[in-house]
């Protein structure tokens, strides 16, 4: 059963920019003996998932360490009702800057964010943990999503802003409470966005949801994150907005009734394309589209792999040639993994 708690909100951390949540409890305890965590799960201010969003909104990507961490009591009311919310303010060190976003602010080498701490009820706490997000407890290193708000303060970007980054491996460390290993932490993030049972894609509505940055980078390290990011480009509408603060500029975004085409918006049906369900005419019309977005020998091999997939067989010993070439211009423009870039092989050509 779902239980209604408040999530605090006040200042600047991972917790800052979620909403209200339902917090869920997990088993009482794990194979260890350790108390149960509590599952919040909210809504965030702004976009933090892919890395379309980090560049969008986010200012700096940062390698952190948790050197500290400092309660704040619960209310005069929670206190004498005898349950209630702890939360926790943490102290940051910056060990390395790992992307910039150009022309944004520098933060301070230490920072003071406001994170979630525990659940009360008499003597026995419970920790609290945002779903599909750390929290930052002290001991631990991170790699860390930060923007700068419009008064000044420093928070992360959201839920999915902060990475565990123990051994300088994205992955190995604290994950909702829990220690995790890489690998456990790349199945957990991958468990949120499993595709449908009939091998179509991911979805939210009628969005195909894109590869986190979590899901693109676990294993990896510090300097894969930086590829990544450098290799994207923001959202447009964005981008033109920069010289807004973070919330601002999304609520620019948010109020756009009809959402700008761009090249990475109109080849996110093609992420994990080895699973798709794209027949090759499919496929081929996302390409045509794609080549109208480009120039240059960019536009020609799409073409080529446009027409191919659209019926033209006499262009397939130059489709197999400019495919990978396609393949890495689409991955590293939008940060999305395609596969091998090829429909449905039952399908048939329309």
């Not at 200012?59 to 206190?79: G, K």
């Not at 964005?238 to 090249?263: H, I, S």
């Not at 093609?270 to 081929?284: F, I």
Request: charged share 20%.
């Amino acid at each position: 059963m779902k239980t209604r708690l408040k999530v605090f909100s006040a200042g600047a951390g991972v917790a800052a920019l979620a909403a209200a949540a339902f917090l869920v409890p997990l088993d009482t305890a794990d194979d260890h003996g350790r108390p149960n965590v509590i599952i919040a799960q909210g809504k965030d201010g702004l976009p933090n998932r892919s890395p379309i969003d980090w560049v969008s909104y986010a200012d700096q990507v940062a390698v952190v360490n948790v050197t500290s961490e400092t309660e704040i009591p619960a209310s005069t009311e929670e206190i004498a009702a005898g349950e209630g919310y702890i939360s926790r303010r943490v102290t940051l060190d910056i060990d390395e800057v790992v992307w910039s976003r150009a022309g944004a602010p520098t933060p301070p080498s230490m920072l003071s964010l406001v994170v979630d701490g525990w659940a009360f009820k008499g003597d026995t706490r419970t920790p609290i943990a945002l779903e599909q997000s750390s929290r930052l407890e002290p001991g631990h290193t991170y790699v860390l999503s930060l923007t700068q708000m419009a008064d000044g303060s420093w928070s992360a970007l959201g839920s999915q802003a902060a990475l565990p980054y123990d051994s300088d491996v994205i992955g190995e460390g604290e994950y909702q409470g829990r220690i995790v290993t890489a690998a456990q932490f790349g199945v957990a993030v991958d468990a949120h966005d499993d595709p449908p049972e009939d091998g179509g894609h991911a979805t939210r509505g009628a969005e195909v949801i894109p590869d986190s940055v979590a899901e693109l980078t676990a294993g990896k390290s510090a300097d894969d994150v930086e590829t990544l990011l450098t290799t994207t480009e923001p959202d447009p509408l964005a981008e033109a907005n920069f010289d807004l603060d973070p919330m601002a500029r999304y609520e620019a975004v948010a109020d756009v009734e009809e959402p700008v085409e761009t090249f990475c918006s109109l080849s996110a049906p093609l992420a994990v394309s080895d699973n798709s369900q794209l027949t090759p005419g499919e496929l081929g019309a996302i390409l045509e589209k794609l080549a109208a977005e480009e120039s240059g020998a960019d536009a020609t091999n799409l073409g080529v792999l446009a027409a191919y997939h659209s019926g033209d067989d006499t262009l397939a010993t130059q489709a197999d040639t400019v495919r990978p070439e396609v393949i890495a211009s689409i991955e590293g423009q939008c940060g999305i993994e395609v596969g091998d870039l090829l429909p449905n092989s039952t399908a048939t050509v329309e």
